[in-house]
């Protein structure tokens, strides 16, 4: 079992910035793919962000491709997701999942653990 915990959601005025964090626990996370995703009200949840194993290689949905960076600390058992340049349309509540694969990659089924999320609130 893997126990995913989100933080450093808020409420950001567009053009700002927001670092979430998602801290996991159970599991050897060095031997996890890790992903961000989504979900706006009346929305089905999307990808956003995927990074595999080692941490070189990343993926990203077109919509935040050169605004967000996802990163992780294997040391600390921790991903990353860098948000910039927010937009009233990033407004969602974002969740971080693992796949056991330690793959970057966008599909929703190959992820077994996911957390409970953070909500994220941009203004116009």
């Known amino acids: 079992q893997v126990q995913l915990v989100e933080s450093g959601g808020g409420l950001v005025q567009a053009g700002g910035s927001l670092r979430l964090s998602c801290a996991a626990s159970?599991?050897?996370?060095?031997?996890?793919?890790m992903g961000w995703f989504r979900q706006a009200p009346g929305k089905e949840r999307e990808f956003v962000a995927a990074?595999?194993?080692?941490?070189?290689?990343?993926v990203y949905a077109d919509s935040v491709k050169g605004r967000f960076t996802i990163s992780r600390d294997n040391a600390k058992n921790t991903v990353f997701l860098q948000m910039n340049i927010l937009k009233p349309e990033d407004t969602a509540v974002y969740t971080c999942?693992?796949?056991?694969?330690?793959?970057?990659?966008?599909?929703?089924?190959?992820?077994?653990?996911w957390g409970q999320g953070t909500q994220v609130t941009v203004s116009s």
């Open positions: 999942a693992a796949n056991e694969y330690g793959l970057e990659v966008r599909a929703r089924t190959y992820y077994k653990y």
């Open positions: 159970g599991r050897t996370f060095s031997n996890l793919g």
């Open positions: 990074i595999g194993r080692s941490g070189e290689n990343t």
